[in-house]
């Protein structure tokens, strides 16, 4: 196989980074790749061991340990949080060797990360402060410094496009980690300003690794069958906090440990509008567990029960894409593959 991109169909936080992770190691990828556009977007996975990885920087599939880590051109390194993630990560996984940003991926200085903190506007919009769009602001004025600049990196960069292009081309997997979701897109989400600085699509990512759109063989869409939003902009069929506390289903973001809003159920216009632009070729339902309690730590095909099912039977009816995944709590050991 070639490229395996994962992309959110509504607004994030529906479990990408876990979904990669069980891609990568099941397909013993060559490469795990971060697209996106830098550390806003924060991604967990919890075992069942009660161990977690959680990174804001570097992609999630590394835990088949001949897995390469990249970070594409187009996202924007951090150079602090890169260390830090790789100084936790390193004593259990072996990372620093396996590591490496594209020598032309914008750098975040300190100051940007102050520039959005300060920012009314942006804080009113929910910002996660991380500098990730100051410095995407800067590099399209041509201002940014590169990763190639910062001599703290340069034992940590590569030509990761020509890599993974390169990869391809041998016939090997590789796994492609988007970042937040579909409708926080910069220029194609209906709630601008109330978006994030660029676009989270299929397109968008392999753009952000440079990856040959003739490489891509499958999207996996995550879908959250409760979705939940940060930030401000519209929630379909939002839950009051009430209601989620009363079914013991708040969430609180990886990143910024904001409580999310949570909705009741699928919007399916969003969901279509997703489809329709990330073309995917196969689905994760998420967080299935809030959906129906009863399912919560399964761990086999055999423990779904019939509002899980049903939804799995209506998500594959509308859209006529397989439902290959379905992720039932907290855990890493409770996504199950069903297809
Ligand atoms: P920014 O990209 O940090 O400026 O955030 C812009 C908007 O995108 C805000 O509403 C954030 O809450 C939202 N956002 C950014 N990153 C994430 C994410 O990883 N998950 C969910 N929402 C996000
Ligand atoms: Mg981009």
């Given at each position: 196989?070639?490229?395996?991109?994962?992309?959110?169909?509504?607004?994030?936080?529906?479990?990408?980074?876990?979904?990669?992770?069980?891609?990568?190691?099941?397909h013993q990828a060559a490469y795990s790749v971060r697209a996106g556009i830098g550390t806003n977007a924060g991604h967990s996975i919890l075992f069942a061991d009660g161990s977690e990885i959680r990174t804001r920087q570097l992609p999630c599939g590394f835990l088949h340990p001949d897995t390469q880590l990249r970070v594409g051109s187009g996202v924007?390194?951090?150079?602090?949080?890169f260390f830090a993630e790789l100084d936790q990560l390193d004593p259990s996984y072996r990372l620093r060797e396996r590591t490496r940003v594209d020598y032309r991926c914008p750098l975040i200085l300190p100051e940007y990360r102050q520039r959005e903190a300060?920012?009314?506007?942006?804080?009113e919009h929910g910002t996660t402060a991380s500098g990730s769009g100051v410095a995407r602001a800067e590099f399209a004025l041509r201002k940014a410094r590169q990763a190639r600049d910062e001599h703290v990196l340069a034992d940590y960069t590569a030509d990761v496009a020509r890599e993974l292009n390169e990869s391809c081309l041998r016939g090997e997997t590789i796994v492609v980690e988007g970042s937040q979701g579909t409708h926080l897109s910069l220029a194609l989400s209906d709630d601008y300003p109330d978006c994030?600085?660029?676009?989270?699509?299929?397109?968008?990512?392999?753009?952000?690794?440079?990856?040959?759109?003739?490489?891509?063989?499958?999207?996996?869409?995550?879908?959250?069958?409760?979705?939940?939003?940060?930030?401000?902009?519209?929630?379909?069929?939002?839950?009051?906090?009430?209601?989620?506390?009363?079914r013991d289903i708040a969430e609180y973001g990886v990143a910024t440990g904001r409580r999310r809003r949570k909705a009741s159920g699928i919007s399916w216009p969003h969901l279509e509008t997703a489809v329709l632009l990330n073309g995917p070729t196969q689905l994760a339902l998420t967080?299935?567990?809030?959906?129906?309690?009863?399912?919560?730590?399964?761990?086999?095909?055999?423990?779904?029960t019939?509002?899980?099912?049903?939804?799995?039977?209506?998500?594959?009816?509308?859209?006529?894409?397989?439902?290959?995944?379905?992720?039932?709590?907290?855990?890493?050991?409770?996504?199950?593959?069903?297809?």
């Open positions: 196989m070639s490229a395996i991109i994962v992309v959110d169909a509504f607004w994030g936080d529906s479990g990408k980074g876990k979904v990669a992770a069980f891609l990568a190691q099941k924007a390194v951090d150079p602090e949080q300060t920012d009314v506007f942006l804080q994030t600085s660029d676009n989270c699509t299929t397109a968008a990512f392999a753009d952000d690794v440079g990856l040959n759109w003739r490489h891509i063989a499958e999207v996996c869409l995550v879908v959250k069958a409760l979705p939940s939003r940060v930030g401000t902009g519209p929630l379909p069929l939002q839950l009051t906090p009430a209601e989620e506390d009363r967080f299935c567990d809030h959906l129906d309690p009863e399912v919560a730590n399964a761990r086999h095909p055999s423990a779904l019939a509002p899980v099912r049903c939804l799995i039977d209506e998500l594959e009816t509308r859209f006529n894409i397989p439902v290959t995944l379905c992720d039932c709590g907290v855990h890493f050991e409770n996504l199950i593959e069903i297809a």
